[in-house]
């Protein structure tokens, strides 16, 4: 009986010793990649304020450029400047507390909803700021600028493209309802810088990742 018995006791007593290790490697592993996470936010926390100056001040060029000062370009002034206090009042809410994983996400979510409003703000731009001599050359650069530099500032692709998507539809759909220069060709080039601008975020994203993925599994065949 005792025989029989002390089997069951080993393995008891041995099972913990199995697991532990297999324990031990999984909470590392999560605490490696709350600690990516932490990074990549706190690293796209830090690039945005750039991001957000250089969206303010292409907006300012826009209606320089435009030259007018009419009530509809003064109202998209309005909207665009809403959208950039909210994105500085989100990044200064974040920066007083860079590292915690809870305010970063926080400060991701927040990004994403301001992205999308400007994005929609901004295509809008192109009913109230563009003059009705826009042609196509001009319609792409008006998607292109922006999005260009957020993908290069921001390196995020989901966040990016909350952006694009609005303002490359609403600035087609401007080209083909107002009188401009161009009018169906400007609609195709719009859509097509928002298509190429697309693809060049996921791009950048995926290189980024890979980039990413080769200094994890070095660590990991470091440990």
């Excluded at 990549?40 to 991001?51: E, I, T």
């Excluded at 600028?145 to 539809?169: D, G, H, N, S």
């Excluded at 107002?178 to 995926?206: M, Q």
Aim: aromatic content about 8%; proline content about 4%; charged content about 10%.
């Amino acid at each position: 009986m005792a025989a029989s018995a002390r089997p069951l006791f080993e393995a008891a007593f041995e099972a913990p010793a199995e697991t532990a290790p297999s324990q031990t490697l999984a909470n590392f592993a999560r605490l490696h990649m709350e600690a990516v996470e932490t990074a990549r936010l706190a690293n796209l926390l830090g690039r945005s304020l750039y991001a957000i100056i250089a969206f303010a001040a292409l907006a300012v060029l826009t209606l320089a450029v435009a030259g007018s000062i009419a009530a509809s370009s003064i109202a998209w002034a309005i909207l665009t400047g809403a959208g950039v206090l909210a994105m500085a009042r989100t990044w200064r809410h974040a920066i007083d507390l860079p590292f915690e994983r809870p305010t970063l996400q926080a400060f991701s979510q927040d990004l994403h909803a301001c992205l999308l409003y400007a994005g929609f703000v901004w295509g809008a731009g192109a009913f109230l700021a563009l003059p009705a001599a826009t042609n196509g050359i001009e319609a792409l650069l008006f998607v292109a600028a922006p999005a260009v530099t957020f993908a290069v500032l921001l390196r995020e692709r989901q966040i990016v493209l909350q952006f694009v998507a609005p303002a490359a539809a609403l600035t087609s759909l401007a080209c083909a309802v107002r009188p401009f220069a161009d009018g169906a060709y400007s609609a195709a080039i719009a859509l097509g810088a928002g298509a190429i601008a697309a693809w060049a975020v996921n791009a950048l994203t995926r290189s980024h990742a890979k980039g990413g993925a080769g200094s994890l599994n070095s660590s990991a065949i470091a440990l």
